[in-house]
């Protein structure tokens, strides 16, 4: 499994994002999950684009709701950032509970993520637009520029209606903190059969320390991963981002979360060796400590 932490940029300013994907890096995790508002829909490709240097390995998630702007509009911001992190950016479209606009979005960004021309022609949207003023060089078919970085840019959808959509699609469906994937993904394996077996089984999962042990909160994502395939977890952390006590939660799911969801059965007294560690877990983001991946 996958582990990865939800930045919510209604309660982050832009400027320190960066310094927050460096501190997951550090911590052997292996996404940042960027989660804009619907005031400004694009901050999380913002975001995004401001990690490509500070964490070169790590991969980001921009999770982005359907606005008023032209779907192609972020299509062309996509392609822009995907290239930034070289490949590395999970898109995540956010739809409203209109499953029709959800699912011409959806089209379109498909297409867009292509290299060959494509037209368009939906109840909401038509490509190319055909308008009056653009005379002067008309357009039979268009294309997005720059291309993608790699052959598949990676697009799972949320909220209302996206399991009917991704079903059509051939998606993955990103649950919610209150929703189980054990319906959605019933429905995407009945309807897509083997097909699914390529799609990622993403979930997004609060976690707040004060109620929940990190020892319970393995248990819980590893209860879900034998339940319905949850493959990879994207964690909302109680306290406020960039905090000690933050920090001090990141190198908990590095060092005692995530062995115990990536190992199907631990030896005997392992678990009891590692609780005792945990007394001398570093801080993620200290330079002088040592990742989850040295310390194994």
Same mark, same amino acid.
């Given at each position: 499994?996958? /582990?990865?932490?939800?930045?919510?940029?209604?309660?982050?300013?832009?400027?320190?994002?960066?310094?927050?994907?460096? *501190?997951?890096?550090?911590?052997?995790?292996?996404?940042?999950?960027?989660?804009?508002?619907?005031?400004? !829909?694009?901050?999380?490709?913002?975001?995004?684009?401001?990690?490509?240097?500070?964490?070169?390995?790590?991969?980001?998630?921009?999770?982005? =709701?359907?606005?008023?702007?032209?779907?192609?509009?972020?299509?062309?911001?996509?392609?822009?950032?995907?290239?930034?992190?070289?490949?590395?950016?999970?898109?995540?479209?956010?739809?409203?509970?209109?499953?029709?606009?959800?699912?011409?979005?959806?089209?379109?960004?498909?297409?867009?993520?292509?290299?060959?021309?494509?037209?368009?022609?939906?109840?909401?949207?038509?490509?190319?637009?055909?308008?009056?003023?653009?005379?002067?060089?008309?357009?039979?078919? @268009?294309?997005?520029?720059?291309?993608?970085?790699?052959?598949? =840019?990676?697009?799972?959808?949320?909220?209302?209606?996206?399991?009917?959509?991704?079903?059509?699609?051939?998606?993955?469906?990103?649950?919610?903190?209150? &929703?189980?994937?054990?319906?959605?993904?019933?429905?995407?394996?009945?309807?897509?059969?083997?097909?699914?077996?390529?799609?990622?089984?993403?979930? /997004?999962?609060?976690?707040?320390?004060?109620?929940?042990?990190?020892?319970?909160?393995?248990?819980?994502?590893?209860?879900?991963?034998?339940?319905?395939?949850?493959?990879?977890?994207?964690?909302?952390?109680?306290?406020?981002?960039?905090?000690?006590?933050?920090?001090?939660?990141?190198? &908990?799911?590095?060092? @005692? @979360?995530?062995?115990?969801?990536?190992?199907?059965?631990? !030896?005997?007294?392992? &678990?009891?060796?590692?609780?005792?560690?945990?007394?001398?877990?570093?801080?993620?983001?200290?330079?002088?400590?040592?990742? *989850?991946? &040295?310390?194994?």
């Amino acid at each position: 499994m996958r /582990l990865g932490v939800v930045v919510e940029l209604a309660r982050t300013p832009l400027s320190e994002v960066a310094g927050l994907a460096v *501190a997951v890096e550090r911590a052997a995790l292996e996404l940042v999950w960027l989660r804009s508002t619907p005031e400004r !829909p694009y901050d999380a490709l913002v975001a995004a684009a401001s990690c490509a240097h500070a964490a070169p390995s790590l991969h980001v998630g921009a999770q982005v =709701p359907i606005g008023t702007a032209h779907p192609l509009y972020l299509a062309e911001e996509r392609a822009v950032v995907d290239q930034l992190l070289g490949g590395r950016l999970v898109l995540a479209l956010h739809g409203g509970g209109d499953v029709e606009e959800l699912g011409e979005w959806t089209e379109l960004l498909l297409k867009a993520g292509g290299t060959a021309p494509f037209t368009h022609a939906g109840t909401r949207f038509r490509v190319p637009a055909g308008l009056p003023e653009n005379v002067v060089n008309t357009e039979d078919a @268009v294309r997005v520029t720059p291309a993608p970085f790699g052959l598949e =840019p990676a697009l799972w959808l949320d909220g209302d209606g996206s399991a009917e959509i991704a079903a059509e699609y051939g998606l993955s469906v990103l649950t919610g903190e209150e &929703e189980s994937g054990a319906e959605a993904w019933a429905d995407l394996d009945a309807r897509l059969g083997r097909a699914a077996l390529r799609l990622r089984r993403p979930g /997004l999962r609060a976690w707040d320390p004060t109620a929940e042990d990190a020892t319970e909160l393995a248990r819980r994502l590893a209860r879900e991963r034998d339940d319905w395939g949850l493959d990879t977890a994207l964690l909302r952390l109680a306290p406020d981002p960039g905090t000690d006590d933050w920090r001090r939660r990141v190198a &908990e799911l590095a060092h @005692v @979360v995530r062995p115990r969801v990536q190992l199907h059965r631990l !030896p005997d007294g392992l &678990e009891d060796f590692w609780d005792r560690e945990r007394i001398h877990l570093p801080t993620a983001g200290d330079d002088h400590s040592t990742t *989850a991946t &040295e310390r194994r």
